[in-house]
């Protein structure tokens, strides 16, 4: 935990073991005794009892972290350990590193297992990542009423947002959205206005308390074209087969190659897709093209 906080976690979790090390944030406790002081003073004061050569570290500092690491390992008994590196998140060169100054230890790439772990939701996980499909659904119906041809891409998910936070007031969990809009059978310059027939395709991520939902809708301004609604139901005949296969033990790859076949079997033989949303289960799918004014 960040110096910053730990005073505060510990008051909450009183019988948790806290490591704490020191990032950029300076905080000093100004003494009401030292008030006839001049304000550098009372600041010196508040930071006295510091060990000597005290510094900050940069805000990331690989060494300083793997030595916190290495501490941690020993106080478990665990400084020969084979310890489990997730290699999915953690660069090359930083785990070079690692392995330099954790010598006695086995380093080996524990991906997997984590994603094991984080494939287990809890009923909170489950609970979370449902308001962030809610909010988007929000988020997006704000969009599609108050859309109009005119509007550039920026304009669009300014409504979406709007939407968001007005749904999220009063939620005790941080909320945060990342916005993947392309406006036009093309991808228009940023400050291009959306004309009749563009079609819009928003794929919307809504984070609540750290956990990412994933969404996507598609609209048209203005009633669909008949090429427009067609693809679309393919699209969705795919899907619907696709989630029709998604039980538990089965495998996203599998969901893919069910919904990539589903898609030949209409037509599309040669369209090729790397992966499906990890959403897929969350109620995500696509609406049909919606008009709108």
């Known amino acids: 935990m960040a110096d910053f906080n730990a005073g505060q976690l510990q008051r909450v979790l009183p019988d948790a073991v806290i490591r704490s090390h020191p990032i950029w944030i300076e905080a000093a406790t100004l003494d009401a005794s030292t008030s006839g002081q001049g304000l550098p003073q009372r600041i010196e004061a508040g930071l006295a009892g510091r060990a000597p050569g005290f510094s900050r570290p940069a805000t990331f500092e690989l060494a300083r972290a793997v030595d916190e690491l290495k501490q941690i390992l020993t106080g478990f008994g665990l400084g020969r350990a084979r310890v489990g590196v997730d290699l999915d998140f953690v660069p090359a060169a930083d785990f070079s590193v690692m392995q330099a100054l954790l010598p006695a230890c086995t380093m080996v790439d524990g991906s997997a297992v984590l994603d094991r772990l984080r494939a287990i939701k809890s009923p909170r996980e489950i609970d979370l990542l449902q308001q962030g499909i809610i909010l988007s659904e929000v988020g997006l119906e704000r969009l599609q009423v108050d859309a109009m041809a005119g509007m550039r891409q920026a304009d669009l998910i300014a409504l979406y947002r709007q939407g968001v936070a007005t749904a999220a007031s009063g939620l005790s969990h941080t909320v945060q959205t990342a916005e993947y809009v392309t406006l036009g059978a093309r991808a228009k310059d940023a400050d291009a206005k959306a004309m009749p027939g563009d079609p819009l395709k928003c794929d919307m991520v809504c ?87």
Do not use: K, W
Request: proline residues 6%; glycine residues 10%; positive net charge.
């Open 207 to 293: 984070t609540v308390g750290g956990y990412a939902s994933d969404m996507s809708r598609n609209f048209t301004f203005g009633p669909p074209s008949a090429e427009q609604a067609e693809l679309h139901a393919i699209a969705e005949r795919a899907f619907d087969d696709g989630l029709a296969s998604l039980d538990a033990g089965t495998t996203l790859a599998h969901v893919h190659r069910v919904a990539t076949d589903s898609l030949a079997r209409q037509g599309l033989r040669t369209y090729r897709r790397g992966h499906l949303s990890r959403c897929f289960p969350n109620n995500g799918r696509s609406s049909p093209p919606t008009a709108m004014s």
